[in-house]
């Protein structure tokens, strides 16, 4: 026996798997390393009793009800790696989707159920998915794709550039189904299907247009990860899948074995046909949800820009109570002042007054006793401007100023505003001639002065 044989023979009497072309791929998939691929088998293992009744559960998009029965058993299935190397709970989720998945490969699937699988047991999203590990997947998608389009061309589906997981998100977010496709390297099937199945004109157009496609080497760790969590037991593997509650993903379809354009087309139709509901109603759901926050945003928009509008009308009351409030205290100063301004002027009027009454009345005594008629007395007539005529007598050795200092007493003009004058001949008495005596300047025996204001 070769060492490639010893290998199989005892990979197989391990793990108890019978099937040697997926023997094969396992430890294709390991590099050959017996002792990894049989430690990655059994770390992950969890037989189930064939004869054990499988668990119904149904499962709604938008609740966590479950209702839990039996079904029939499943027959005619082999003991061996599908049912050993899942280690996660494995379900049927019937009832909203209303799927009848075929009976294809082991006669696994249930009419009317899909498979529903945890994907944190994968190392699909779960707290452990590090961005280091979501690229490294995301690197494999891209050389997948480069790998895939140097043999066969640049007309394929669609595979994203990107991991499982964000896949299956995009899948969610455009409310589509996710179209998976297994890559077997060395599956002597698979130049065929992907040839001339999977890169036909109809088939890759129709799932480019309804589906987002995620592809995968089995030789990847992302990819052998899926083949090992979708049971593919057989090459070349498709499968429709879709995001479900609670990091699970719901397989609706699986294509084992190559298939013909036409026969995938119509697999594919129905399951978009039967699926259709539930995604037009999470599309529903979501624009519901979208337009419950847009109006929640609208409304607290509205509520902003009328809060906004109060604070501004607040601003404005309080701005226009302060202007007149500084405009009241502002007239109340002015007022204050021009009281006070009058006050004062009065005071001031008052003070010019009395100091004018009493300069009045000092030159009205400095004028002393009038004298009476004599040959050395000179009788003063003085016409005011209002028409008003001041009299008296004075020595003729008075001074001119004896005059000015009679008509300020007994007469209300402005002291030092005026000046005296003569007509005929016109003769001003100016401060030039104030010291002058009556009889020096010729104004003796008698002499009739006018009053000239001073402009």
């Known amino acids: 026996m070769s060492d490639v044989e010893d290998k199989l023979s005892y990979f197989q009497a391990i793990t108890g798997v019978e099937d040697v072309d997926l023997c094969t791929e396992i430890l294709s998939a390991h590099g050959w390393d017996l002792e990894l691929a049989i430690r990655t088998f059994t770390s992950s293992s969890n037989p189930i009793n064939n004869n054990t009744p499988a668990t119904t559960v ?9 209702r839990v029965g039996r079904s029939e058993t499943v027959n005619n299935v082999e003991p061996g790696l599908i049912w050993k190397i899942i280690t996660l709970p494995i379900t049927i989720i019937s009832g909203s989707l209303g799927l009848v998945s075929s009976a294809i490969g082991l006669g696994f699937w249930i009419a009317g159920g899909v498979l529903s699988y945890s994907l944190g047991v994968l190392g699909f999203g779960g707290p452990g998915r590090t961005g280091e590990s979501s690229s490294a997947a ?80 089995i030789r990847t760790t992302e990819g052998f990860k899926m083949s090992n969590s979708l049971k593919a037991s057989r090459f070349p ?40 509901t539930v995604l037009v109603a999470a599309r529903l759901e979501a624009e519901e949800r979208l337009n419950n926050i847009r109006l929640r945003e609208e409304q607290d928009a509205a509520y902003q820009a009328a809060l906004e509008a109060d604070q501004a009308r607040e601003r404005e009351r309080k701005e226009e109570e302060e202007r007149l409030a500084r405009e009241a205290a502002e007239a109340e100063r002015k007022q204050k002042e021009e009281e006070e301004a009058r006050v004062k002027a009065a005071r001031e009027a008052a003070e010019r007054e009395a100091a004018l009454a009493k300069l009045r009345e000092e030159k009205g005594l400095s004028l002393g006793p009038e004298p009476d008629k004599g040959p050395d007395v000179t009788q003063v007539l003085v016409r005011l401007p209002n028409g008003d005529r001041k009299g008296r007598r004075f020595n003729c050795t008075a001074t001119i100023q004896s005059l000015y200092d009679f008509v300020d007493s007994s007469s209300s003009l402005e002291i030092g505003n005026y000046t005296l004058a003569t007509n005929f001949p016109r003769v001003l008495y100016g401060p030039d001639k104030l010291s002058l005596t009556l009889k020096e300047t010729g104004l003796h025996p008698q002499v009739s002065l006018f009053v000239e204001l001073n402009s």
């Open 58 to 66: 149904t499962e709604t998009s938008n609740d966590a009800i479950e």
């Open 237 to 276: 593997f498709c499968a429709v899948v879709m995001a479900a509650t609670n990091q699970r993903i719901a397989l609706l379809q699986q294509v084992e074995e190559p298939k013909s354009p036409e026969e995938m087309l119509t697999l594919l139709q129905r399951v978009l046909e039967e699926s259709s």
């Open 138 to 217: 995301a690197s494999e998608a891209v050389k997948f794709i480069s790998m895939f389009e140097r043999e066969y061309g640049d007309r394929h589906p669609n595979f994203v550039p990107e991991s499982f997981m964000d896949a299956l998100q995009r899948s969610r977010r455009e409310f589509k189904l996710m179209f998976v496709y297994l890559h077997s390297p060395d599956h002597p099937d698979t130049p065929l299907f992907c040839g001339e199945s999977l890169c036909s004109e109809v088939l890759s157009g129709f799932i480019n247009e309804n589906f987002v496609a995620w592809g995968g080497s």
